[in-house]
């Protein structure tokens, strides 16, 4: 009680509030989504340097967002997509197939990072000549790793 008592003091206090959003940070959804989008895009790019998908996991959980893992799906496929390095697609696979695997991403939020790469892969392909390919080869892999449904690997669109 004392210890609730003295909270709500301290942020009752304007200065004492700010101070506290310093020292304990501000984490979660509270962070804006373009802070969190370049966080996880600095994720991947780190994981394709190093390879290091407990780190990259560790990372991603740290965020504390659970409801925008679908934003690192999404980023991960189109770094696939605009890569033409095999090793990135075995990598970006691979730290699918491990955060799958772990719970860290959840049926619905891979299921939501795909469903976007579908509806951009029209503008996708503008810039990335050959990415429906890439994509259908992408989505059977992960089918056949288990990563994904058959339904999900079904609405897969095709040129």
Same mark, same amino acid.
């Given at each position: 009680?004392?210890?609730?008592?003295?909270?709500?003091?301290?942020?009752?206090?304007?200065?004492?509030?700010?101070?506290?959003?310093?020292?304990?940070?501000?984490?979660?959804?509270?962070?804006?989504?373009?802070?969190?989008?370049?966080?996880?895009?600095?994720?991947?790019?780190?994981?394709?340097?190093?390879?290091?998908?407990?780190?990259? @996991?560790?990372?991603?959980?740290?965020?504390?967002?659970?409801?925008?893992?679908?934003?690192?799906?999404?980023?991960?496929?189109?770094?696939?997509?605009?890569?033409?390095? @095999?090793?990135?697609?075995?990598?970006?696979?691979?730290?699918?197939?491990?955060?799958?695997?772990?719970?860290?991403?959840?049926?619905?939020?891979?299921?939501?990072?795909?469903?976007?790469?579908?509806?951009?892969?029209?503008?996708?392909?503008?810039?990335?000549?050959?990415?429906?390919?890439?994509?259908?080869?992408?989505?059977?892999?992960?089918?056949?790793?288990?990563?994904?449904?058959?339904?999900?690997?079904?609405?897969?669109?095709?040129?």
């Amino acid at each position: 009680r004392a210890a609730l008592d003295r909270a709500t003091v301290l942020l009752s206090v304007t200065k004492g509030g700010k101070r506290i959003d310093n020292v304990w940070g501000t984490g979660g959804g509270q962070q804006p989504v373009k802070h969190l989008a370049k966080e996880i895009d600095m994720l991947l790019k780190e994981y394709l340097l190093s390879g290091d998908v407990l780190e990259a @996991e560790r990372c991603l959980q740290e965020l504390e967002v659970p409801h925008f893992h679908h934003e690192l799906v999404y980023e991960a496929i189109v770094m696939v997509l605009e890569s033409t390095r @095999e090793k990135t697609f075995k990598m970006i696979l691979d730290l699918l197939k491990s955060l799958w695997k772990s719970s860290v991403i959840t049926m619905d939020q891979m299921k939501r990072g795909y469903e976007r790469v579908y509806r951009e892969i029209p503008d996708i392909n503008l810039d990335v000549p050959h990415s429906y390919s890439v994509l259908e080869r992408f989505v059977e892999e992960c089918f056949q790793a288990g990563i994904i449904s058959k339904p999900l690997r079904d609405l897969c669109p095709s040129r």
